[in-house]
């Protein structure tokens, strides 16, 4: 896929996984926001007490340390939502820069942090990592990964939904020209790229996701049981 159609199709691909992970975002929000709502419920309680204690030294202090507790647990929500919301921003802005030297496994990592929004990944896919040291460092456009990890962790998310073991191992090694990427999961085998029994979402959305990323950064793709390796050309740097 040649030209702006490939870049085009591309990004609207890109905004479908904001929204298919929509649902996480506002849970990951929507979770500190009720913590902070409540303990800043509590602290008015307790500041409401403070000007009848003025002669009870103990019940002061007491509840001068809770409502410091309230504001030390209002503080972690905050940084909780900032951190969410440092992943999410990085993620879009990173879609417009150019080539630059990448160290790809921390850049893996990131977009998994991206992807704990999906509540069956966060809560019962195991993931490991089998990276080499030191890690690999080349020269690629940031969103290429991206994109890459983004249509096959789908995939693998899509097999794994009614197996009994849920883990997902993400591969990687490098040489002077070329990156492999490998995602192995614990679930049924994949079909052929071309088989009819894709479930509906990975043949309308994440394989031909894939698809494109692939086309658009001229990587190539295989299926072998239960594992997809994804080989890339790439600039690796000394």
């Not at 995939?155 to 993400?170: A, F, P, T, V």
Request: a negative charge.
């Amino acid at each position: 896929m040649d030209g702006n159609n490939g870049i085009n199709s591309v990004q609207v691909f890109r905004d479908a996984i904001i929204g298919h992970l929509a649902k996480g975002f506002v849970h990951n929000l929507n979770s500190p926001l009720q913590i902070i709502s409540m303990h800043l419920e509590l602290m008015r309680s307790e500041l409401s007490k403070i000007p009848g204690l003025a002669s009870d030294a103990k019940g002061l202090t007491q509840t001068t340390e809770s409502i410091l507790a309230r504001i030390d647990q209002i503080e972690d929500s905050l940084s909780k939502m900032d951190f969410f919301l440092r992943v999410v921003n990085q993620r879009k802005a990173a879609e417009v820069v150019g080539a630059v030297p990448v160290i790809i496994p921390d850049l893996i990592k990131r977009e998994i942090e991206f992807w704990q929004s999906d509540l069956f990944l966060k809560h019962q896919v195991q993931i490991d990592y089998d990276f080499p040291d030191p890690p690999h460092v080349v020269t690629i456009k940031e969103s290429v990964v991206r994109d890459l990890v983004d249509g096959s962790i789908g995939l693998c998310l899509s097999r794994l939904q009614e197996s009994d073991l849920k883990n997902i191992k993400i591969r990687l090694a490098c040489n002077n020209s070329t990156l492999e990427l490998a995602f192995e999961h614990s679930g049924e085998p994949f079909p052929s790229s071309d088989a009819a029994d894709w479930p509906v979402e990975d043949k309308l959305f994440f394989l031909p996701f894939l698809k494109v990323a692939l086309e658009d950064c001229k990587a190539d793709l295989k299926f072998d049981g239960n594992q997809l390796k994804i080989t890339l050309p790439v600039t690796k740097q000394s």
